[in-house]
């Protein structure tokens, strides 16, 4: 096929010969939805059928080709005994023995005196070679006598029809226009798209990663999702909004009144989103800061700024007790004559409806609560920006549908507290501007960390009876066990048990089926001081400040990866006592794990541990990643391609710099399923 058609590549796999509803299905089942999601099945391996042996030179327990000749059939007549066809050429005999299947099968494909190609694997049983279910049968010796892909199966689908099937795609492959700079396919040796993707299926390649075939599909990956990001920026930036004019004076009187100094990143961070308060486009911006580094004051010191220029503000947090924490914060911080209110799905009805006629009113400065506050019902009379905390659930998309919904005078900022490698964030977050708060405050001392086998579990028993004698609260985190698809809770109930045993009416227990109420209930009695001891399955709420809880103890922890670690050890250490993370183990440690316990001992930076842990996991298991809903790369890898995600971000900024027209891109958008919100912001 010589057409410049890339609509050839989103059709339909009914499209192909050889596929009908049945292997359909069975593709589909397994994601792949049209022509060019086939092509990322890559082989795994290869056998090499070019070489023909005769009866005689055939080497047991390989897989071998050999032409011959069928000379007699045996079908027996007694069930599960298998269907025998005695083959010969001028050295000898071979036996091809089929289990499950039919005579006419069999003699359709080996008829006798006619010679035929096969290929299997040789075994010699009784004196004789043997080929059981031959993989490959054909009257045509060509067909066989070549390389063939052995893919990563498909239930249902048989090598055969998967070879005859990309065979066919890379056969028809459209001639796509080059959408690249000379500069760019310079880099890769000016390999176009197509031969790229001819040379990916190449049985000799596989396993090619530094070819220059290869780089070229990865950085048409990762540019793909970079140009994206640009567009949104981009249209974003084009929004015109009235500025935000306010002096400083309160946000300045309030940092005065803090038992604290702001940190250095805490004051860049201010800086930047004031000046994009009083810029005239809207702000669209990523507030990212490492566990405890204080994200939360720097947020709500922009809200005072927005609320002294005349707009009010949206603080939406991810569970309603940490939108209540956030509305007691900023009672604690602002003067009176700043009207807060809180949106709760608890409150009455009544209660509601006052609100929601406050804020139409302009009767309310600023707002907390969870997603609710995003309901149509709830509308402003004047909103000028929208804080989202903990904001990882959304992706790119409900970003876009957030900042609309604000209206052109809206600003966005958005938080996170979940420290990932830069190349994730350029990924993730690269339709946003970004400020990163890495330092903690100086009052934090820093969490003290041990490993300790399961076997010594008296003395942490010890540990734990002289912190709760020092009236001190503790953390037991137990993670979930998956059995076939089950998920248990027994190993928490069993702790909760086996604690309040030796510390009784002082443990309370979360898990996945506590629902939300109740989990509200028993949160709040331990942030209360009415239970010493926590146990829980779930990862307990990010951002969540128990300043009395200085010790959590996380069972099996090598099922968590250090990021998650990381995380869970930020639940303690809020307050101004020294704090500890005891790690258990069932057994003695790998070297791996060795090594990841020693990181998280010796580091109390998430940046710097994210990126260690995505070297030790990859990058599909970090918890941004995880989280943020983005179509995982079919070849780009963040740690093993980190050169080519710079690149790309090059490229963007060149593109952006010069206002190139993106056109030629459009293909590459289509193919790579980025067009759908490319045409939402066209």
Same mark, same amino acid.
């Given at each position: 096929m010589?057409?410049n058609?890339?609509?050839?590549?989103?059709?339909?796999?009914?499209?192909?010969?050889?596929?009908?509803?049945?292997?359909?299905?069975?593709?589909? @089942?397994?994601?792949?939805?049209?022509?060019?999601?086939?092509l990322w099945?890559?082989?795994?391996?290869?056998?090499?059928?070019?070489?023909t042996?005769?009866?005689?030179?055939?080497k047991?327990?390989?897989?071998?080709?050999?032409?011959?000749?069928?000379?007699?059939?045996?079908?027996?007549?007694?069930?599960?005994?298998?269907?025998?066809?005695?083959?010969?050429?001028?050295?000898?005999?071979?036996?091809?023995?089929?289990?499950?299947?039919?005579?006419?099968?069999?003699?359709?494909?080996?008829?006798?005196?006619k010679?035929?190609?096969i290929?299997?694997?040789?075994?010699?049983?009784?004196?004789?070679?043997?080929?059981?279910?031959?993989?490959?049968?054909?009257?045509?010796?060509?067909?066989?006598?070549?390389?063939?892909?052995?893919?990563?199966?498909?239930e249902?689908?048989?090598q055969?029809i998967?070879?005859?099937?990309?065979?066919?795609?890379?056969?028809?492959?459209?001639?796509?226009?080059?959408?690249?700079?000379?500069?760019?396919?310079?880099?890769?040796?000016?390999?176009?798209w197509?031969?790229?993707?001819?040379?990916?299926?190449?049985?000799?390649?596989?396993?090619?990663y530094?070819?220059?075939?290869?780089?070229?599909?990865?950085?048409? $990956?990762?540019?793909?999702?970079?140009?994206?990001?640009?567009?949104?920026?981009?249209?974003?930036?084009?929004?015109?909004?009235?500025?935000?004019?306010?002096?400083?004076?309160?946000q300045?009187?309030?940092?005065?009144?803090?038992?604290?100094k702001?940190?250095?990143?805490?004051?860049?961070?201010?800086?930047?989103?004031?000046?994009?308060?009083?810029?005239?486009?809207?702000m669209f911006?990523?507030?990212?800061?490492?566990?405890?580094?204080?994200?939360?004051?720097?947020?709500?010191l922009?809200a005072?700024?927005?609320?002294?220029s005349?707009?009010?503000?949206?603080?939406?947090?991810?569970?309603?007790?940490?939108?209540?924490?956030? #509305?007691?914060?900023?009672?604690?911080l602002?003067?009176?004559?700043i009207?807060?209110?809180?949106l709760?799905?608890?409150?009455?009805?009544?209660?509601?409806?006052?609100?929601?006629?406050?804020?139409i009113?302009?009767?309310?400065?600023?707002?907390f609560?969870?997603?609710?506050?995003f309901?149509?019902k709830?509308?402003?009379?004047?909103?000028?920006?929208?804080?989202?905390?903990?904001?990882?659930?959304?992706?790119?998309n409900?970003?876009?549908?957030?900042?609309?919904?604000?209206?052109d005078?809206?600003?966005?900022?958005?938080?996170?507290?979940?420290?990932?490698?830069?190349?994730?964030?350029?990924?993730?977050?690269?339709?946003?501007?970004?400020?990163?708060?890495?330092?903690?405050?100086?009052?934090?001392?820093?969490?003290?960390?041990?490993?300790k086998?399961?076997?010594?579990?008296d003395?942490?028993?010890?540990?734990?009876?002289?912190?709760?004698?020092?009236?001190?609260?503790v953390?037991?985190?137990c993670?979930?066990?998956?059995?076939?698809?089950?998920?248990?809770?027994?190993?928490?109930?069993? @702790?909760?048990?086996?604690l309040?045993?030796?510390?009784?009416?002082?443990?309370?227990l979360?898990?996945?089926?506590?629902d939300?109420? $109740?989990?509200?209930?028993?949160?709040?009695?331990?942030?209360?001081?009415?239970?010493?001891?926590?146990?829980?399955?779930?990862?307990?709420?990010?951002?969540?400040?128990?300043?009395?809880?200085?010790?959590?103890?996380i069972?099996?922890?090598n099922?968590?990866?250090?990021?998650q670690?990381h995380?869970l050890?930020?639940?303690?250490?809020?307050?101004?006592?020294?704090?500890t993370?005891?790690l258990?183990?069932?057994?003695?440690?790998?070297?791996?794990?060795?090594?990841?316990i020693?990181?998280?001992?010796?580091?109390?930076?998430?940046f710097?541990?994210?990126?260690?842990?995505?070297?030790?996991?990859?990058?599909?298991?970090i918890?941004?990643?995880?989280?943020s809903?983005?179509?995982?790369?079919?070849?780009?890898?963040?740690?093993?391609?980190?050169?080519?995600? @710079?690149?790309?971000?090059?490229?963007?900024?060149?593109?952006?710099?010069?206002?190139?027209?993106i056109?030629?891109?459009?293909?590459?958008?289509?193919l #790579?399923?980025?067009a759908?919100?490319?045409?939402?912001?066209?």
């Amino acid at each position: 096929m010589n057409n410049n058609n890339h609509n050839y590549l989103l059709s339909d796999l009914s499209k192909l010969k050889g596929v009908g509803k049945k292997i359909e299905n069975l593709l589909k @089942k397994k994601g792949i939805n049209n022509i060019f999601d086939l092509l990322w099945k890559l082989p795994k391996s290869y056998t090499d059928r070019s070489f023909t042996s005769k009866i005689k030179d055939l080497k047991i327990s390989d897989t071998q080709t050999v032409s011959v000749t069928p000379y007699k059939y045996s079908f027996p007549r007694i069930r599960n005994l298998p269907n025998k066809v005695l083959c010969k050429d001028e050295t000898g005999d071979l036996e091809c023995v089929f289990f499950n299947s039919y005579e006419g099968y069999i003699k359709k494909i080996l008829p006798i005196g006619k010679l035929v190609t096969i290929s299997g694997k040789v075994s010699h049983f009784r004196n004789k070679y043997q080929i059981t279910n031959p993989k490959y049968v054909s009257e045509n010796e060509e067909l066989i006598k070549s390389k063939h892909n052995e893919y990563s199966l498909t239930e249902g689908i048989t090598q055969n029809i998967y070879n005859k099937i990309i065979n066919q795609i890379l056969a028809n492959l459209p001639n796509l226009n080059e959408w690249h700079s000379a500069n760019i396919c310079k880099l890769f040796k000016n390999i176009s798209w197509n031969n790229a993707i001819i040379e990916l299926h190449k049985p000799e390649n596989i396993g090619k990663y530094s070819s220059d075939f290869y780089k070229r599909l990865v950085f048409d $990956e990762i540019f793909s999702s970079f140009l994206v990001n640009s567009e949104i920026r981009k249209k974003i930036k084009k929004i015109k909004k009235q500025k935000k004019i306010f002096n400083l004076k309160g946000q300045n009187k309030i940092i005065s009144k803090l038992e604290f100094k702001l940190t250095n990143d805490q004051t860049k961070a201010l800086i930047e989103i004031n000046k994009d308060l009083n810029s005239p486009n809207k702000m669209f911006r990523l507030l990212q800061g490492d566990v405890g580094s204080g994200k939360t004051i720097v947020s709500l010191l922009a809200a005072l700024n927005c609320i002294n220029s005349g707009f009010q503000v949206a603080f939406m947090a991810p569970t309603e007790i940490l939108a209540r924490q956030h #509305y007691n914060l900023a009672k604690n911080l602002f003067s009176k004559n700043i009207s807060l209110d809180l949106l709760s799905s608890k409150s009455e009805n009544k209660i509601k409806k006052e609100t929601l006629k406050r804020l139409i009113d302009n009767k309310i400065d600023l707002v907390f609560g969870t997603h609710a506050i995003f309901q149509t019902k709830v509308k402003f009379k004047k909103l000028g920006l929208v804080i989202i905390d903990e904001q990882h659930k959304f992706g790119v998309n409900q970003r876009k549908k957030l900042s609309d919904k604000g209206g052109d005078n809206c600003d966005v900022l958005l938080m996170s507290a979940t420290p990932i490698p830069r190349t994730l964030t350029m990924t993730i977050y690269g339709d946003m501007d970004l400020s990163i708060i890495r330092e903690k405050p100086k009052s934090r001392k820093p969490v003290i960390t041990y490993s300790k086998l399961d076997s010594k579990l008296d003395d942490v028993l010890k540990f734990i009876k002289k912190e709760i004698k020092n009236d001190n609260q503790v953390f037991w985190v137990c993670p979930l066990i998956e059995e076939s698809k089950k998920i248990d809770h027994a190993s928490a109930v069993a @702790k909760y048990n086996f604690l309040s045993k030796i510390f009784p009416n002082q443990v309370a227990l979360l898990h996945g089926k506590t629902d939300i109420d $109740e989990k509200e209930l028993i949160l709040n009695k331990f942030l209360n001081k009415e239970y010493k001891i926590l146990v829980s399955t779930t990862v307990i709420e990010v951002g969540i400040d128990f300043p009395n809880a200085n010790v959590i103890v996380i069972e099996n922890s090598n099922k968590f990866g250090i990021s998650q670690l990381h995380q869970l050890r930020g639940r303690v250490g809020r307050g101004h006592k020294q704090s500890t993370c005891i790690l258990m183990f069932k057994s003695n440690l790998s070297e791996n794990a060795k090594k990841r316990i020693n990181i998280l001992k010796n580091s109390y930076d998430g940046f710097e541990i994210s990126e260690e842990d995505m070297k030790l996991r990859g990058y599909g298991d970090i918890l941004g990643f995880k989280q943020s809903g983005i179509k995982t790369f079919k070849l780009a890898d963040p740690i093993h391609n980190s050169d080519l995600f @710079k690149i790309a971000e090059k490229e963007i900024k060149r593109i952006e710099n010069d206002n190139e027209d993106i056109s030629n891109f459009k293909p590459l958008l289509k193919l #790579y399923d980025r067009a759908d919100i490319i045409n939402d912001i066209a």
